[in-house]
């Protein structure tokens, strides 16, 4: 074999054995669980396409989704207010760091929300892609702070807001 082409092989072979950590780590989650790293790429999937991010992850509408992804699916403090009150996007690394994969799947079931979480679509998700997308969140360490609380009807959230007219 030439040199050249060994030197190539040896650095393919050294940067595979240096990559197999992160890969191992991307497969396992906060919850000590190993998982497929199939699942948690297909957990990504659901995110990205689902809309996900562009409520539960900060300013991503804004910068037409180029926010780091170690900040996806942190909650968000933008309130949305419409005639149903002001609600809020939850953390969800925290949400899921509260719950096993089965409770996950059963609250994505029977979830309803407030506007404009598109709830109907959520219970709609297959089981299999519930618990991905809930993979892929835990794949993630818990970071962020809650939420803001829920504001009823006729209370005025501070700013950032997005006013929501029905009309």
């Given at each position: 074999?030439?040199?050249?082409?060994?030197?190539c092989l040896g650095?393919?072979?050294i940067?595979?054995?240096?990559?197999?950590?992160?890969?191992?780590?991307?497969?396992?989650t906060d919850s000590?669980?190993d998982?497929?790293?199939?699942?948690?790429?297909?957990?990504r999937?659901?995110?990205?396409?689902s809309?996900?991010?562009d409520?539960?992850t900060?300013?991503y509408?804004?910068?037409?989704?180029q926010?780091?992804?170690e900040?996806?699916?942190?909650?968000?403090?933008?309130g949305?207010?419409?005639p149903?009150g002001t609600t809020?996007?939850p953390?969800?690394?925290l949400?899921a760091?509260?719950l096993?994969e089965?409770?996950?799947?059963?609250?994505?079931?029977s979830?309803?929300?407030r506007?404009?979480?598109p709830?109907?679509?959520?219970?709609?998700?297959?089981v299999?892609?519930a618990?991905?997308?809930y993979h892929?969140i835990?794949?993630?360490e818990?970071l962020?702070?809650?939420?803001?609380d829920y504001?009823?009807?006729?209370?005025m959230?501070?700013v950032?807001?997005?006013?929501?007219?029905?009309?």
């Amino acid at each position: 074999m030439n040199t050249a082409k060994s030197r190539c092989l040896g650095a393919i072979a050294i940067g595979a054995i240096l990559l197999l950590p992160a890969t191992l780590a991307l497969a396992q989650t906060d919850s000590g669980s190993d998982v497929p790293a199939e699942v948690v790429e297909r957990g990504r999937y659901i995110a990205l396409t689902s809309g996900c991010n562009d409520c539960h992850t900060p300013n991503y509408g804004i910068a037409e989704g180029q926010v780091p992804e170690e900040l996806w699916l942190t909650g968000d403090v933008l309130g949305w207010h419409g005639p149903w009150g002001t609600t809020y996007a939850p953390n969800l690394r925290l949400l899921a760091a509260e719950l096993d994969e089965q409770q996950w799947v059963e609250m994505t079931h029977s979830l309803r929300a407030r506007p404009p979480m598109p709830w109907f679509n959520l219970n709609a998700m297959s089981v299999e892609d519930a618990g991905a997308l809930y993979h892929y969140i835990r794949s993630f360490e818990s970071l962020g702070e809650p939420a803001p609380d829920y504001l009823p009807p006729g209370e005025m959230p501070a700013v950032p807001y997005v006013d929501f007219v029905l009309e």
